[in-house]
């Protein structure tokens, strides 16, 4: 219940500090402009909700259902290391899926309670003045759907969590310790460490150059995006790169498992 609570009062915390900062700058959020910057990976806090927050306390819920486990004498019981991967990878999206939904609908709320002061519909991506069109260079857009945009939102909030935390699953099995696997999963959802320019900007600054480079974590976590600007017309979300990448985790854990032996038979 701990985990849930912090989830929960992560989106509340976001969301609060975000109106403020918007508000701050002359604009008035809507609910589709709240909810859309809570599941960013780049919000109001250094710690996004969906891409930090959420795989955080997924992955301690994780270590905290299998502590005492000792691996192989898991595998053993499961017959092979393959199997014990699989019962692992369906723990691990059963975990994922169940937080992401949690975190959807903490935003959705959050998004609902921090904007039902103001008097803007809660969806205007047609209005000139709203934030869809300043971060769109003007351009405005009929408006998605209450349920599109929703629908989009919770697609995106259970493919996410999913994907880190196999990852999570996949650095675990492959690195020794555990530790290391959940420091790397975690420094990874910072906004300072993922954005776009991150590196580039540091090294560019080292150099004495204006080098324009992308960070590579970029591609994972700005790809798959319901941000203002994936709903322009002929614009996409890219949310197949999730499952793509999903499978390609689980493939390489199963496919590594072979290296991995079955402590000695007793006598």
């Given at each position: 219940?701990?985990?849930?609570?912090?989830?929960?009062?992560?989106?509340?915390?976001?969301?609060?500090?975000?109106?403020?900062?918007?508000?701050?700058?002359?604009?008035?959020?809507?609910?589709?402009?709240?909810?859309?910057?809570?599941?960013?990976?780049?919000?109001?806090?250094?710690?996004?909700?969906?891409?930090?927050?959420?795989?955080?306390?997924?992955?301690?819920?994780?270590?905290?259902?299998?502590?005492?486990r000792d691996?192989?004498?898991?595998?053993?019981?499961?017959?092979?290391?393959?199997?014990?991967?699989?019962?692992?990878?369906?723990?691990?999206?059963?975990?994922?899926?169940?937080?992401?939904?949690?975190?959807?609908?903490?935003?959705?709320a959050?998004?609902l309670?921090?904007?039902?002061?103001?008097?803007t519909?809660?969806?205007?991506?047609?209005?000139?003045?709203?934030?869809?069109?300043?971060?769109?260079d003007?351009?405005?857009?009929?408006?998605?759907?209450?349920?599109?945009?929703?629908?989009?939102?919770?697609?995106?909030?259970?493919?996410?969590?999913?994907?880190l935390?196999?990852?999570?699953?996949?650095?675990?099995?492959?690195?020794?310790?555990?530790?290391?696997?959940?420091?790397?999963?975690?420094?990874?959802?910072?906004?300072?460490?993922?954005?776009?320019?991150?590196?580039?900007?540091?090294?560019?600054?080292a150099?004495?150059?204006?080098?324009?480079?992308?960070?590579?974590?970029?591609?994972?976590?700005?790809?798959?995006?319901?941000?203002?600007?994936?709903?322009?017309?002929?614009?996409?979300?890219?949310?197949?790169?999730?499952?793509?990448?999903?499978?390609?985790?689980?493939?390489?854990?199963?496919?590594?498992?072979?290296?991995?032996?079955?402590?000695?038979?007793?006598?």
């Open positions: 219940m701990l985990c849930i609570a912090l989830l929960v009062a992560a989106a509340f915390i976001t969301q609060r500090l975000q109106a403020s900062y918007l508000q701050h700058n002359g604009f008035n959020p809507t609910f589709a402009d709240s909810l859309i910057w809570l599941l960013g990976p780049a919000n109001a806090t250094p710690f996004p909700l969906l891409w930090c927050v959420c795989p955080v306390v997924a992955m301690t819920w994780l270590l905290f259902m299998e502590r005492g691996e192989a004498n898991w595998a053993v019981r499961h017959g092979s290391f393959r199997r014990l991967w699989a019962t692992r990878l369906v723990e691990t999206t059963l975990v994922s899926l169940t937080f992401g939904f949690i975190a959807f609908a903490a935003a959705t959050a998004s309670i921090g904007t039902a002061a103001g008097s519909p809660l969806v205007n991506f047609d209005d000139p003045h709203s934030l869809f069109a300043a971060f769109c003007g351009t405005t857009t009929r408006p998605p759907s209450l349920a599109t945009l929703l629908a989009t939102a919770l697609c995106l909030s259970l493919l996410a969590p999913c994907v935390i196999t990852l999570h699953a996949l650095l675990r099995w492959i690195l020794p310790g555990e530790v290391l696997a959940f420091l790397l999963i975690t420094a990874a959802g910072l906004t300072a460490v993922h954005s776009p320019l991150a590196f580039a900007l540091d090294a560019a600054r150099l004495g150059t204006n080098l324009t480079l992308t960070n590579p974590l970029a591609l994972l976590y700005e790809t798959s995006s319901i941000a203002h600007a994936t709903w322009l017309p002929g614009a996409t979300h890219h949310l197949w790169l999730m499952p793509a990448v999903w499978l390609a985790a689980a493939t390489l854990g199963l496919a590594t498992a072979h290296r991995k032996e079955l402590p000695p038979k007793k006598n």
